[in-house]
């Protein structure tokens, strides 16, 4: 079956400009996350959703970073008022289930490359 | 607060010679353990995981990892290098019995292959 998608791949945003990342996660999976990495690093956690609740935005770094998934399967990722220092790659990930261990293994999308000039 | 720790951000080897990538975590509580890969332009796959049982883990590819509690480590091995082994390496570690689910990477390790 398919894997997580992510669009757009790429984006270009003027300093200043709202951007929004959409991520399909794999179908069923009720588990869905949001990453952030920068160049040369590891990714740092965003926020998580279980279905349509997100139950844990802490790693979101200001309220410019808004995140939704109204239907509890597809997901976006606003940025409001892009600064130069958002440029990242943000990933979304998505688990079947809910919970750590055996079965809350978490499947990567490839990634939007985010370029704020 | 979990951290992870992986010591060399490049290295390299040549085709067929051992690979060992390290890790560390710091954790009041044995987390669980993930080695993930992640190739140009790509996504993040994982490579293996530990949650219980067994310490030695066997992945894809040929990789393997060893969790040793005493040493707070889960280094990843290969025997034999091969070319399309060069990619960026990271560990990750999750929090047992917290109800928190996100991921903690390590910054990578990038593996250079020299033929």
């Known amino acids: 079956g398919a894997g997580v998608s992510q669009s757009p791949r790429y984006k270009v945003a003027k300093r200043g400009q709202d951007v929004a990342l959409r991520c399909d996660p794999i179908s069923g999976h009720v588990s869905l996350f949001w990453y952030q990495q920068a160049l040369g690093q590891g990714p740092e956690f965003l926020t998580y959703?279980?279905?349509?609740?997100?139950?844990?935005k802490s790693g979101l770094p200001s309220d410019r970073f808004f995140a939704e998934r109204p239907e509890g399967s597809v997901s976006t990722l606003k940025i409001q008022r892009t600064q130069q220092e958002d440029s990242a790659v943000y990933l979304c990930?998505?688990?079947?289930?809910?919970?750590?261990?055996?079965?809350?293994?978490?499947?990567f999308g490839p990634g939007t490359r985010l370029t704020v000039l | 607060a979990q951290s992870v720790t992986q010591l060399g951000s490049h290295v390299s080897v040549s085709e067929g010679a051992l690979v060992l990538l390290r890790c560390n975590y710091s954790?009041?509580?044995?987390?669980?353990l993930f080695w993930y890969v992640q190739y140009p332009n790509q996504g993040l796959q994982l490579l293996l995981k530990?949650?219980?049982?067994?310490?030695l883990v066997k992945g894809i590819n040929g990789f393997e990892a060893e969790f040793k509690k005493s040493e707070t480590s889960f280094h990843l091995t290969k025997p034999s290098a091969h070319m399309s082994d060069a990619a960026e390496y990271f560990c990750a570690v999750s929090e047992v019995n917290t109800g928190r689910r996100a991921l903690t990477f390590g910054s990578g390790t990038r593996l250079q292959v020299q033929p």
């Open positions: 959703f279980q279905n349509e609740a997100q139950l844990d």
């Open positions: 954790s009041s509580v044995p987390p669980y």
């Open positions: 530990y949650t219980t049982g067994a310490t």
């Open positions: 990930a998505s688990s079947l289930v809910v919970g750590t261990g055996e079965r809350n293994t978490q499947y």
